[in-house]
Nanobody
Framework: QVHMIESGGRLVQPGDSVTLSCTGS????????MGWFRQAQEREREFVGA????????HYGAASKGRFTISREKASNTMYLRMNNLEPADTAVYYC?????????????????WGQGTQVTVSA
């Protein structure tokens, strides 16, 4: 069984940067993609981005606007989300999960092992 834990969320000001971490445990993580999603209050879960099992391929959702970068360390089953130039609209709970295939997709039902999330608040 796969289990993911997110960390790094905090209160920041507009224009700031933050890096979130996601560490996974369980079998098979080294051969599957991983993804980030976020959910703001009263909104549906939104795809942020995903990375391939080898870490050599990434793709991002519309919210990134070129500001987000995903990376991973296979040895530690850890994935990172670096977010720059944050806006109040980025305020949300950020979740990570393990894909069911070698490359993460934008569909939440193609993931497993969801963590509890980490809160990012962007406010002046």
């Amino acid at each position: 069984q796969v289990h993911m834990i997110e960390s790094g969320g905090r209160l920041v000001q507009p224009g700031d940067s933050v890096t979130l971490s996601c560490t996974g445990s369980g079998s098979g993580l080294s051969t599957v993609g991983m993804g980030w999603f976020r959910q703001a209050q009263e909104r549906e879960r939104e795809f942020v981005g995903a990375i391939s099992w080898r870490g050599d391929g990434t793709h991002y959702g519309a919210a990134s606007k070129g500001r987000f970068t995903i990376s991973r360390e296979k040895a530690s089953n850890t994935m990172y989300l670096r977010m720059n130039n944050l806006e109040p609209a980025d305020t949300a709970v950020y979740y990570c999960a393990a894909a069911t295939g070698s490359i993460g997709t934008r569909f939440p039902n193609m993931y497993r092992g969801w963590g509890q999330g980490t809160q990012v608040t962007v406010s002046a």
